[in-house]
């Protein structure tokens, strides 16, 4: 049953001040040492994951590489039926280290978003590729749904392009994204899909969704290109990986939102993407750009 304008409400303000409470707690609170991130006696604890099994047809996957890893290992229902929302709630909790706020409100907008009940009923991970709920067009990792029905299949082209746009570095000089990185890939995803997609759509609270995701590679995967080639195009969680959160009550969503979601989102700028891939192309096929057109004519 969907949930009543009221429940919703109902939901924001419990969830609002119960991750309040979380964010201040952070602030005080010691950090979780490097290596034990992951609490022990849950998968993962100590960098040693449970076997990696790629899903075998018939099993349900989803839009989300990092729930699908979670089933790749078995850490959720290998097959990805008939998962519980508390269950999804506690494992992603554990595995990630996502704040309890966080936890427990995603999986209770999904099911909102499948008429199901939270505390009551089950789901499949292809579900939660219902267009325009929580799944959207502009992926950074997906084809848009009208070119890709299965949304569960990763687009290698896309992450590619998405982690070459990689301009940080680590302390080790590794390669790391960056939020401008994402801003500015996500600018490109977001133009190009628009002029391509005939049925491409794209509400404020689906632009918020995006940036969401892509948000989640720079705190829980810390941006690292290494890390983040494994888990997106094989959904796969390294040996030896724990979350990059080492908050003791994890990444809340006020956190979550100021630090990272708003500052990627506020940097898309579709039209000055356009206006640099024009000046590209003028370049590579000889013409003068607008302003060497000017100057000549002068």
């Not at 890893?69 to 508390?86: C, R, W, Y």
């Not at 392009?161 to 996500?186: M, V």
Request: glycine share 8%; charged share 25%; proline share 6%.
């Amino acid at each position: 049953m969907a949930p009543s304008s009221f429940a919703k409400i109902a939901l924001a303000a419990k969830v609002g001040v119960w991750d309040l409470y979380y964010t201040l707690a952070n602030q005080v609170l010691p950090l979780r040492k490097v290596g034990s991130v992951t609490p022990e006696g849950h998968p993962g604890a100590g960098g040693k994951w449970p076997e990696f099994v790629p899903p075998k047809d018939g099993d349900s996957r989803c839009s989300c590489p990092a729930l699908n890893a979670m089933a790749n290992h078995g850490i959720l229902p290998h097959d990805g039926k008939n998962i519980s929302f508390e269950e999804m709630n506690h494992k992603i909790r554990a595995t990630y280290n996502f704040g309890p706020s966080f936890c427990y409100f995603v999986p209770n907008y999904a099911a909102g978003m499948l008429n199901k009940t939270y505390g009551k009923d089950t789901f499949d991970l292809a579900e939660l590729d219902l267009h325009n709920g929580i799944e959207h067009d502009a992926s950074l990792i997906r084809e848009d749904i009208y070119f890709e029905p299965d949304q569960s299949k990763p687009h290698v082209q896309f992450i590619k392009e998405l982690l070459a746009e990689a301009t940080g570095k680590d302390e080790n000089g590794k390669a790391i994204l960056t939020i401008e990185d994402l801003s500015r890939y996500s600018s490109k995803r977001r133009a190009d899909a628009r002029a391509k997609n005939p049925e491409f759509t794209l509400e404020k609270i689906h632009k918020t969704f995006g940036s969401s995701n892509a948000s989640t590679l720079l705190t829980i995967f810390g941006g690292r290109v290494e890390d983040l080639e494994t888990i997106l195009l094989e959904e796969r969680l390294p040996e030896g990986w724990e979350s990059r959160i080492l908050e003791s009550y994890g990444l809340t969503i006020i956190t979550f939102n100021a630090k990272t979601v708003n500052p990627v989102e506020k940097g898309i700028d579709e039209e000055k993407y356009l206006a640099e891939k024009k000046k590209a192309e003028e370049a590579a096929a000889g013409a003068p750009t607008e302003g060497e057109a000017s100057s000549i004519a002068k």
